[in-house]
């Protein structure tokens, strides 16, 4: 397993093909991003069960990848439709995933994404004021 395979796979995730994620990860996997950190493939796999059962959709391209030795980074933009995140419809978040390896699958996993870009931003109310302060601070 290497960077680009990783990358594949998570092209080809869905909510009906999450086992090939076992062939992935290790068992000591460690996973972090915005808003979780995960110890072992059990806590991981059971996370993803939970991310995918409640979207509508879920899809990553991989733009870019990187790898020497056994640390890599994939560059992703992942597509997204949750019912409860702006009202139903595509939410684009792009994003980084720092990976390293040990005996040929990841052991760590961390996303770097703006979870503000993901969720508070699409929020109803919530979202309103998040993108007129972001707005404000854009001007002198």
Avoid at 44 to 54: G, I, K, M, P
Wanted: with cysteine.
């Amino acid at each position: 397993m290497n960077i680009e395979a990783v990358g594949k796979v998570y092209q080809q995730l869905s909510k009906n093909n999450l086992s090939m994620l076992e062939n992935v990860y290790h068992n000591d996997v460690v996973f972090e991003d915005a808003a979780h950190t995960l110890e072992g493939w059990s806590a991981l796999s059971a996370y993803f069960d939970s991310l995918y059962s409640n979207v509508t959709s879920c899809d990553f391209n991989i733009t870019e990848h990187q790898q020497i030795g056994n640390v890599g980074f994939l560059v992703w933009e992942m597509s997204l439709k949750h019912p409860k995140l702006k009202a139903g419809q595509l939410v684009v978040v792009k994003g980084v995933s720092h990976l390293k390896f040990s005996d040929g699958k990841v052991i760590y996993h961390r996303d770097y994404f703006d979870l503000g870009e993901m969720l508070y931003e699409n929020l109803p109310i919530l979202g309103a004021i998040i993108r007129s302060i972001k707005l404000k601070l854009g001007k002198s």
